[in-house]
């Protein structure tokens, strides 16, 4: 692990992640999926969402978010972008007996977040959106707060 990974720089509120949900995926791979909204900060923010479903074991859960978050955290690209970006397990990862730190589990996730975050002009198109605040009203926030 090279650093932190700042508060900052995650999405952890639920209408945070529903929001970015709502959009159409930017990038899919055989096991995630990647999901962007513009922001109105200076610098992008991740979420990771690694359902129990999909990855029974908590280590292999915690391996996933351990990789996408790297990933993120070395990627140049993202820290000048005014994105939010939300990264989903979308398929399984191994059967539940395998260990979540073998050698080729580790390969084929490395290579899948490579690939999630080396797409810039996808995400270029993102920023082209309309301005994100536009894209929230009152209705959506849903009425809690």
Same mark, same amino acid.
């Given at each position: 692990?090279?650093?932190?990974?700042? $508060?900052?720089?995650?999405?952890?509120?639920?209408? !945070?992640?529903?929001?970015?949900? $709502?959009?159409?995926?930017?990038?899919?791979?055989?096991?995630?999926? &990647?999901?962007?909204?513009?922001? +109105?900060?200076?610098?992008?923010? #991740?979420?990771?969402?690694?359902?129990?479903?999909?990855?029974?074991?908590?280590?292999? $859960?915690?391996?996933?978010?351990?990789?996408?978050?790297?990933?993120?955290?070395? +990627?140049? #690209? &993202?820290?000048?972008?005014?994105?939010?970006?939300?990264?989903?397990?979308?398929?399984? #990862?191994?059967?539940?007996? !395998?260990?979540?730190?073998?050698? !080729?589990?580790?390969?084929? #996730?490395?290579?899948?977040?490579?690939?999630?975050?080396?797409?810039?002009?996808? &995400?270029?198109?993102?920023?082209?959106?309309?301005?994100?605040?536009?894209?929230?009203?009152?209705?959506?926030?849903?009425?809690?707060?």
């Amino acid at each position: 692990m090279t650093g932190t990974f700042e $508060r900052t720089r995650r999405i952890v509120k639920t209408d !945070e992640f529903s929001s970015v949900f $709502r959009l159409k995926p930017v990038y899919k791979t055989a096991h995630l999926v &990647l999901y962007a909204r513009p922001n +109105s900060l200076p610098f992008a923010r #991740l979420g990771v969402v690694a359902a129990k479903r999909l990855a029974p074991r908590a280590v292999t $859960r915690n391996a996933v978010k351990r990789a996408v978050r790297e990933a993120f955290r070395q +990627s140049e #690209l &993202l820290t000048t972008m005014g994105l939010d970006c939300v990264v989903r397990l979308s398929a399984s #990862l191994g059967k539940k007996s !395998e260990s979540a730190r073998t050698a !080729e589990m580790q390969a084929v #996730l490395h290579s899948e977040v490579m690939a999630l975050f080396a797409i810039p002009t996808r &995400l270029n198109k993102v920023l082209q959106m309309t301005d994100p605040t536009s894209r929230i009203t009152e209705t959506d926030s849903g009425g809690a707060g």
